[in-house]
């Protein structure tokens, strides 16, 4: 069986007395996509939020490679191989795109390693090379996803947390961004791909959780749970 990579046990996290995630747990294995969705509110971004060290938890663990990373910041998993696309993209506005993917390597000083994944992040998002020297904060919602996404693979993961990486985008450029989802997953950086689109999230996925008000309701084969009148009721709009 492959190792378990992240690991979320009895997570629970509260917001101002108000308890967003009610002890969820999870796990992820070396070479997985798997997909955690569920509707808006449900508590998907605050778990990830959890994982990646931005968000205080108030029980429970998070392992990552067998080990607990329960209070450790971004920075800290960043250089472990645990990278996140955020939701809502959080490039750095007033920096060039150059700029924005050289801070996803700031972990590394393998110069010449660095520039030949610039130049696959380049091939991956052509748009991004035609307008390298461009600010960020200048693109659109697309480009600013791609720019995400490019930066968080500088950093050469081994996890790539993805949250709502469709979410406000035109329907060309959500299919290029699950295409290269699933390049990504394809040359072997194991994805955790939270996604209100479930139908694309599942359709992609090898595992899914189903997550509501805060608790984790249903897992299993992800291409299974597209055909569950369950979860095709409630969430593929049947």
Same mark, same amino acid.
């Given at each position: 069986?492959?190792?378990?990579?992240?690991?979320?046990?009895?997570?629970?996290?509260?917001?101002?007395?108000?308890?967003?995630?009610?002890?969820?747990?999870?796990?992820?294995?070396?070479?997985?996509?798997?997909?955690?969705?569920?509707?808006?509110?449900?508590?998907?971004?605050?778990?990830?939020?959890?994982?990646?060290?931005?968000?205080?938890?108030?029980?429970?663990?998070?392992?990552?490679?067998?080990?607990?990373?329960?209070?450790?910041?971004?920075?800290?998993?960043?250089?472990?191989?645990?990278?996140?696309?955020?939701?809502?993209?959080?490039?750095?506005?007033?920096?060039?795109?150059?700029?924005?993917?050289?801070?996803?390597?700031?972990?590394?000083?393998?110069?010449?390693?660095?520039?030949?994944?610039?130049?696959?992040?380049?091939?991956?998002?052509?748009?991004?090379?035609?307008?390298?020297?461009?600010? #960020?904060?200048? %693109?659109?919602? =697309? @480009?600013?996803? $791609?720019?995400?996404?490019?930066?968080?693979?500088?950093?050469? &993961? /081994? !996890?790539?947390?993805?949250?709502?990486?469709?979410?406000?985008?035109?329907?060309?450029?959500?299919?290029?961004?699950?295409?290269?989802?699933?390049?990504?997953?394809?040359?072997?950086?194991?994805?955790?791909?939270?996604?209100?689109?479930?139908?694309?999230?599942?359709?992609?996925?090898?595992? #899914?959780?189903? %997550?509501?008000? =805060? @608790?984790?309701? $249903?897992?299993?084969?992800?291409?299974?749970?597209?055909?569950? &009148? /369950? !979860?095709?009721?409630?969430?593929?709009?049947?």
């Amino acid at each position: 069986m492959a190792q378990t990579l992240l690991k979320v046990k009895g997570l629970k996290v509260a917001y101002g007395g108000i308890q967003a995630v009610k002890g969820v747990d999870f796990e992820v294995h070396e070479g997985e996509l798997v997909s955690l969705i569920g509707s808006n509110g449900a508590g998907k971004t605050t778990t990830m939020k959890a994982i990646t060290g931005t968000l205080a938890i108030s029980a429970g663990d998070i392992e990552y490679l067998g080990k607990s990373i329960r209070g450790q910041g971004p920075w800290d998993l960043v250089k472990q191989g645990l990278a996140m696309v955020p939701e809502g993209r959080g490039v750095f506005t007033r920096m060039t795109i150059t700029e924005n993917l050289q801070m996803g390597a700031y972990i590394r000083r393998d110069k010449p390693e660095i520039a030949t994944d610039m130049e696959k992040v380049f091939t991956i998002f052509p748009r991004l090379r035609e307008r390298k020297d461009q600010l #960020a904060g200048t %693109m659109s919602g =697309g @480009e600013q996803q $791609m720019l995400a996404m490019g930066r968080a693979l500088m950093s050469r &993961p /081994k !996890v790539l947390l993805m949250d709502e990486p469709s979410m406000g985008l035109s329907p060309i450029m959500v299919d290029k961004i699950f295409e290269v989802v699933r390049d990504v997953y394809a040359q072997g950086v194991t994805v955790l791909l939270v996604e209100q689109n479930a139908s694309r999230a599942l359709a992609l996925a090898n595992r #899914a959780y189903v %997550m509501e008000s =805060g @608790e984790i309701t $249903m897992s299993g084969d992800a291409k299974e749970m597209l055909t569950d &009148p /369950k !979860v095709r009721a409630a969430y593929l709009g049947e």
